[in-house]
């Protein structure tokens, strides 16, 4: 398969097609198969006119017409962008835009973004996640998913269990005592050179090689400028290939291979980076069982690096973009990774419904909001 060459990135093999494929169906339609005939995802509004077109592109588009296909709406909202009102106590009325939402038939997908551009929305995301918990909707990144996604250090601690063994990562904060060089206590082990990253950005923004612990000093005192706390790791050399698995439903489901441009460290397509499907190594498939049960949601991706010898845990973007097989002009593995993906949705919605619809308490079922 030719590698695609678009840039890549976050906002997020194709095996086991859903049933729906190919038909599109209206959300009344019975056969759409569960009651859940919204996604929305809540994103910072903060594209440039020119990045929001490649994402358009690149994937938007694609997410929304295969969501349709799927009976289903999937559209992307600033938190701004919901209302909720508590006026009525046991009967919180949620609004996106000025359409009424219930968890009966909506989810929110709720993947915290922080990349410099979008930092200022980081607070209000958070509360939002809180308030869309509390108002009883399905959540398949829980708010804790989302804080242990974001951060480097917290993911690679939370799954240091992994089969596939964590890079081992150092994290250092960049505040006003930064010229003290006090995080230097924790950098005995680390060999160089070393690679110095953001521990809470993505798509291969801010990526460096550091020859020494004086470069780490450089490097830090620049990230002081934008308050960017950094993970210091070392490099796994020239040509390490990045391996992205795609998990739907607990299962290996699919694998994006990026390999990096002669020259450079970074194999993102932010960086000149190539991307293609491949078959999943039986390892990597094989480790995904300790992932899944780390994770019970319905979609996440993992990504492990390969130094050519050996496989390293790298990464988890709970909603790592699927990315588009451009030299197939239907895009079929970009396609079905996301029609699986909200298959699992709707899934996971139908099974989170009946189970607080039995289970008295936690959340109201939509007949007993009605009669409060
Ligand atoms: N320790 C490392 N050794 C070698 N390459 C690395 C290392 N860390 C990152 N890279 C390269 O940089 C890319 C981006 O790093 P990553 O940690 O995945 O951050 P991001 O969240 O920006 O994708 C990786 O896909 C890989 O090509
Ligand atoms: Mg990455």
Redesign the pocket.
């Known amino acids: 398969m030719k590698p695609v060459s678009a840039q890549d ?2 906002p997020d093999s194709a095996s086991g097609t859903p049933s729906t494929a190919n038909a599109v169906l209206t959300p009344d339609d019975p056969e759409a198969g569960g009651p859940l005939r919204r996604m929305c995802w809540i994103f910072p509004d903060r594209e440039s006119t020119r990045t929001g077109a490649m994402w358009k592109h690149y994937f938007w588009d694609l997410y929304a017409e295969v969501a349709k296909e799927c009976g289903m709406s999937w559209t992307r909202h600033s938190p701004d962008a919901v209302t909720v009102d508590g006026t009525v106590r046991g009967r919180p009325r949620v609004y996106v835009d000025d359409e009424l939402v219930t968890p009966e038939d909506t989810l929110f997908v709720t993947a915290l973004y922080s990349l410099p551009y979008q930092s200022m929305d980081v607070f209000n995301q958070y509360a939002l996640y809180a308030v869309l918990e509390q108002a009883g909707f399905y959540l398949p990144f829980p708010p804790q998913v989302s804080l242990i996604g974001n951060d ?1 250090l917290a993911t690679l601690l939370h799954l240091d269990g992994s089969p596939v063994p964590p ?1 081992p990562s150092i994290r250092i904060g960049t505040g006003r005592d930064v010229g003290k060089h006090l995080y230097e206590v924790a950098l005995a082990n680390m060999t160089y050179p ?2 110095v ?2 521990a809470g ?7 460096n090689l550091a020859r020494s612990a004086e470069d780490i000093r450089g490097l830090a005192s620049l990230a002081q400028g934008g308050d960017t706390t950094l ?1 210091v ?5 020239d040509g ?3 391996h992205r698995v795609y998990v739907v439903d607990g299962k290996p489901y699919g694998l994006l291979k ?1 390999t ?1 441009e002669a020259g450079s ?4 397509a932010s ?1 000149g ?1 190539t991307m293609e499907f491949a078959p999943i190594p039986d390892e990597l498939a094989e480790a995904t069982a300790y992932f899944a049960e780390r994770l019970p949601i319905p979609f996440f991706c993992v ?1 492990f ?1 390969f ?1 050519g010898e050996r496989y ?1 845990f ?2 988890l ?1 709970p909603d790592g973009v699927i990315a588009p097989d451009f030299d197939d002009p239907h895009r079929s593995i970009q396609r079905d990774i996301t029609r699986a993906r909200f298959a699992a949705y709707r899934d996971a919605h139908a099974k989170w419904l009946a189970n607080t619809t039995t289970t008295a308490g936690a959340v109201m079922s939509g007949a007993e909001r009605e009669t409060r």
Do not use: F, H, M
């Open positions: 990135e976050r480097k890079i070393a690679i990253k953001p950005w993505c798509g291969g923004g801010g990526i993970v790791q070392p490099y796994l050399g390490t290939v990045d990026r990096p460290p970074v194999a993102n960086r980076g990504d690096l130094d390293w790298s990464e973007e």
